[in-house]
Each structure stands twice: as C-alpha cells, then as structure tokens.
T-cell receptor, first 110, second 115 residues
Framework: SQQGEEDPQALSIQEGENATMNCSYK?????LQWYRQNSGRGLVHLIL?????REKHSGRLRVTLDTSKKSSSLLITASRAADTASYFC??????????FGTGTRLQVFP | NAGVTQTPKFRVLKTGQSMTLLCAQD?????MYWYRQDPGMGLRLIHY???????AKGEVPDGYNVSRLKKQNFLLGLESAAPSQTSVYFC??????????????FGSGTQLSVL
C-alpha cells in the first residue's frame, strides 16, 4: 500500500490565491520530500524537510511537518498559472527507497 | 550535463513481446530506481540499485527484471509484456540514500502501451 496519501486529489484556484495540499504517511520517517510534475514530464524536487524540523521555506513554498500526526503540508503562496502541475510527497524511511504518495493535481486559472 | 536520460520515449508492444528500457545518468550517482506511474496510483517502485552490480526489488517487481552492469546505466526488462504493464515508466537517480537527505533526479519518462 502507499506510504503517503495526498489530500485533496485535485485543487483549482485563481492566480494570486494560496494553495495548500496535505500529505499523510504511515511509518516513521527520516525525511519527507515534495516533488512537482508538469504534465507529461518527469518529477522535479522542490523541498526536503527532516524529521526533526517543523517548518521549512523556499521562495513561495512553505512546508510543515507534524511527526506526531504523521502529516505534512505544502503551501504555495500567491499562486501563478505556471504553478499548474501535480505535486507529490515522498517519504524516506531508514531504507534505500523513496516512497511516493498519490499526488495532488493543482490547476491555477489566470 | 544531460542528467537522467531514458530511451525510448514511446513504445507500443503486443502481448508477449519483450523489450528493454534504458536509463543513463551522467551525475556519477550510486543509486538508481525504476518507477511506474498509473492514474490515481502515484509512483510505485519497481526495482532499484544501490550501486554497480547490485539490484533489489521494490513494491511491484513481478514481470520485470533489471541489470546494473555499469554505474551510469540501469536497464529495465519486460520478458513477456502484459496489458497490465501499460504505464509510464520513470527512471531516477540519487547520489546516495534518500534517508540521508538525498533528492532524486528523474528522467522524462517512457510511455509504454501493451496491446
């Protein structure tokens, strides 16, 4: 079964609005990573948060991590049409693997 | 640098045919992975390698084989293709363990249809 589950599955917003997507996972992790996938393309790494961190920022991205609830959220502020993509969380446990969630499809309308 | 390159980009097979997908990376990464992506399922790990000459099973290894004869290349083989293997296949690589805060670099994918 999937380690990570994103919520919502799909999200539609207007340019300028904020977009929030959530990720829940099942087991203890070393870190949690967020990736972006434009239609028909490979995934691109956005941000990594370690298990001992609670919040991390990168430009318009803010990621939070709550290990007690086994959940993370990705906030994109002041969304742009170019942010339209699918977003995936991925968890790294104490193995050699990175396990991905099911993704959130974000549509940003101009 | 080219990064991670997958060939071919598209392929159509008939049930029972075989094929090999090639992944090449020029970043001197130790770890390489093959994922498949299906609608509503996210990415699922098929096989991976932690170094030249090594391979290991992921979440969905049945029906696939892999080889890592050279550090820069990771091959995914389908011996007898089935319609259930219709999917988009992604190769990825990382310098070392993701658990050690390493990120993955992805290829652009191979769209495979099995009729």
């Amino acid at each position: 079964s999937q380690q990570g589950e994103e919520d919502p599955q799909a999200l539609s917003i207007q340019e300028g609005e904020n977009a929030t997507m959530n990720c829940s996972y099942k087991t203890s992790i070393n870190n949690l990573q967020w990736y972006r996938q434009n239609s028909g393309r490979g995934l691109v790494h956005l941000i990594l948060i370690r298990s001992n961190e609670r919040e991390k920022h990168s430009g318009r991205l803010r990621v939070t991590l709550d290990t007690s609830k086994k959940s993370s959220s990705l906030l994109i502020t002041a969304s742009r049409a170019a942010d339209t993509a699918s977003y995936f969380c991925a968890t790294a446990v104490n193995t050699d693997k990175l396990i991905f969630g099911t993704g959130t499809r974000l549509q940003v309308f101009p | 640098n080219a990064g991670v390159t997958q060939t071919p980009k598209f392929r159509v097979l008939k049930t029972g045919q075989s094929m090999t997908l090639l992944c090449a990376q020029d970043m001197n990464h130790e770890y390489m992975y093959w994922y498949r992506q299906d609608p509503g399922m996210g990415l699922r790990l098929i096989h991976y390698s932690v170094g030249e000459g090594t391979t290991a099973k992921g979440e969905v290894p049945d029906g696939y084989n892999v080889s890592r004869l050279k550090k820069q290349n990771f091959l995914l083989g389908l011996e007898s293709a089935a319609p259930s293997q219709t999917s988009v296949y992604f190769c990825a690589s990382s310098y070392s363990r993701p658990a050690w805060d390493e990120k993955l670099f992805f290829g652009s994918g191979t769209q495979l249809s099995v009729l």
